[in-house]
């Protein structure tokens, strides 16, 4: 007898593959931070390669799977607005940390809809899904090349970050909804591990 189409064995494969890459490329150095190459590969590695950017793509598209897959646009306004502010010099304080409680806040939005069961809000969850979006942009912003490479750069860090969503969210439709709220739980966890370690180093 063969599984319903939730239990999918190609969408648990793909699951457990993307796990197991999201494990691989946080036990690796965190190359998307602090430097950049020109280039369409480049460019393309440069948002999977930092752990805390891949692990924001994966939430991205986990919310967009759980609530409503307009979140996609939301993300991409996100992306637009706060790779433009970092590439023109922009920035926040503490913008690290930022990056890391934003994968938190996405978790969060998933998790309130999960446990009140009530039909969510999408501006609301578009505005912080946007905002942690634009948050990891404008670090990208700040490390893309300003070279004739930049344009190919940016088309690949594109690319690279919608497969990453995009899949996330066609995989986890494919799963049962807790699957999505637990995925959500260590995220946002991990999040805020990620965030308060570098607190911690401030506060010493």
Excluded at 127 to 151: C, Y
């Amino acid at each position: 007898m063969s599984l319903p189409n939730r239990f999918n064995p190609r969408a648990l494969a793909a699951l457990a593959s993307l796990g197991t890459a999201a494990l691989v490329l946080a036990e690796t150095p965190a190359q998307a931070h602090g430097f950049a190459h020109g280039g369409l590969t480049s460019g393309f590695l440069h948002p999977i390669t930092g752990p805390d950017h891949l692990l924001l793509l994966i939430v991205v598209g986990a919310a967009a799977s759980y609530l409503s897959a307009q979140l996609l646009l939301w993300a991409l306004a996100g992306a637009l607005l706060g790779g433009i502010f970092g590439a023109l010099g922009g920035s926040l304080p503490y913008g690290e940390v930022l990056a890391a409680f934003a994968i938190s806040a996405v978790a969060v939005v998933i998790l309130r809809s999960h446990s009140s069961g009530a039909k969510p809000n999408l501006g609301l969850a578009g505005t912080v899904i946007a905002t942690a979006v634009a948050v990891h942009a404008m670090l990208h912003g700040h490390e893309s090349p300003t070279d004739a490479t930049a344009l190919s750069w940016w088309l690949g860090a594109f690319t690279g970050s919608v497969l990453v969503s995009g899949s996330s969210c066609l995989v986890l439709r494919r799963l049962p909804l807790h699957w999505t709220a637990k995925l959500a739980v260590l995220l946002a966890l991990v999040g805020g591990v990620v965030a308060l370690g570098p607190l911690g180093l401030l506060v010493r």
